[in-house]
Nanobody, 124 residues
């Protein structure tokens, strides 16, 4: 089992920045690829970013590429999402997720564990 707890969400104006963090506990953190997904009201959960087990590879959704950066610290068992130049359309509940794989998983169905989410609201 892996437990994931997100933090760092909040209200920010368009053009601003937020940094989300996800703390993991349980099974060996470095065995997992870690991802961020988001779900806006009335929409399906969508992929945002993913990072490989050792941080060597990352992949981003086109909608956030160049604005968001995913990183991880295996010693601290944390994964972060730095979000810059935020837009109102980034408003969503953001979820941290873990996949027991060496692959870069980009689909919700491919993740094994989920946090409960943290709300990000971007005002115009």
């Amino acid at each position: 089992q892996v437990q994931l707890v997100e933090s760092g969400g909040g209200l920010v104006q368009a053009g601003g920045s937020l940094r989300l963090s996800c703390a993991a506990s349980g099974r060996t953190f470095s065995n997992f690829a870690m991802g961020w997904f988001r779900q806006a009201p009335g929409k399906e959960r969508e992929f945002v970013a993913v990072i490989s087990w050792n941080g060597g590879r990352t992949y981003y959704a086109d909608s956030v590429k160049g604005r968001f950066t995913i990183s991880r610290d295996n010693a601290k068992k944390t994964v972060s999402l730095q979000m810059n130049s935020l837009k109102p359309e980034d408003t969503a509940v953001y979820y941290c997720a873990a996949a027991f794989t060496t692959l870069l998983v980009t689909t919700p169905g491919g993740m094994d564990y989920w946090g409960k989410g943290t709300l990000v609201t971007v005002s115009s």
